[in-house]
């Protein structure tokens, strides 16, 4: 696609249940990570894919929260037994990956706000 | 210590006014910089990037400073439409997926 895709863009839930946030990188990144964002704060690395490799998953949080990216194109960040402080954007970015020129650019989708009832 | 500090701001400027964000990082093995700009509600969107030589695209200049660990940022002629929170970015050469942000400086640019 021509940009980052990212849906829902609003996802408004109770505590306790379980959510799925998607992500489609622009065509031919082979390079897709998950941020959050929480209100006034900066940027929180979650987890990043490379192509075929093992993802680093060194910024989840805890054990609730895991991702899976399918075929090296669409990602699903999913939360289980959300909590309050899971409040936050979710925001996803691609990046052409390791070797291509522009590897380390970032574009970024429009993120998903995650409210947590 | 944070990997990247910024002023938080706000830096409230009149129209037409020169304002300048510095940026400070801690790893010196750090590789690549960036400026981002995010409106509010909005996703980051890269402004520039940062070379070693300094850059400049339009009113926009950037600079490093590599022995003192810290990026700088320049707008001249600010515009209404500068009004933004604008992230510095550092890349480590030890781990290239690893992109660090500040927390980010407010600007607000006031006719």
């Known amino acids: 696609g021509a940009g980052v895709s990212q849906s829902p863009s609003n996802k408004v839930t109770e505590k306790g249940k379980d959510v799925e946030l998607r992500c489609d990188p622009i065509?031919?990144?082979?390079?897709l990570y998950w941020y959050r964002q929480s209100l006034g704060q900066g940027l929180e690395f979650l987890i990043y894919?490379?192509?075929?490799?093992?993802?680093?998953k060194s910024g989840l949080p805890s054990d609730r929260f895991s991702a899976e990216r399918t075929g090296g194109s669409v990602s699903t960040l999913t939360i289980q037994r959300t909590q309050q402080e899971d409040s936050a954007v979710y925001l996803c970015?691609?990046?052409?990956?390791?070797?291509?020129?522009?590897?380390?650019?970032?574009?970024f989708g429009a993120g998903s706000r995650l409210t947590v009832l | 210590r944070k990997e990247v500090e910024q002023d938080p701001g706000p830096f409230n400027v009149p129209e037409g006014a020169t304002v300048a964000f510095n940026c400070t990082y801690s790893?010196?093995?750090?590789?690549?910089f960036f400026w981002y700009r995010q409106d509010c509600r909005k996703e980051p969107k890269l402004l520039m990037s940062?070379?070693?030589s300094g850059n400049e695209d339009g009113r926009f200049t950037a600079q490093l400073n590599r022995a003192s660990q810290y990026i700088s940022l320049l707008i001249r002629d600010s515009k209404l439409s500068d009004s933004a929170t604008y992230l510095c970015?550092?890349?480590?050469?030890?781990?290239?997926?690893?992109?660090?942000f500040g927390s980010g400086t407010k600007l607000n640019v006031k006719p």
């Open positions: 940062v070379y070693s």
């Open positions: 065509s031919g990144h082979t390079a």
């Open positions: 970015v550092v890349n480590p050469r030890y781990n290239f997926n690893k992109f660090y």
């Open positions: 970015a691609s990046s052409p990956g390791l070797g291509s020129s522009g590897a380390n650019v970032l574009t």
């Open positions: 790893n010196s093995a750090s590789q690549s």
């Open positions: 894919f490379q192509g075929n490799s093992a993802p680093d």
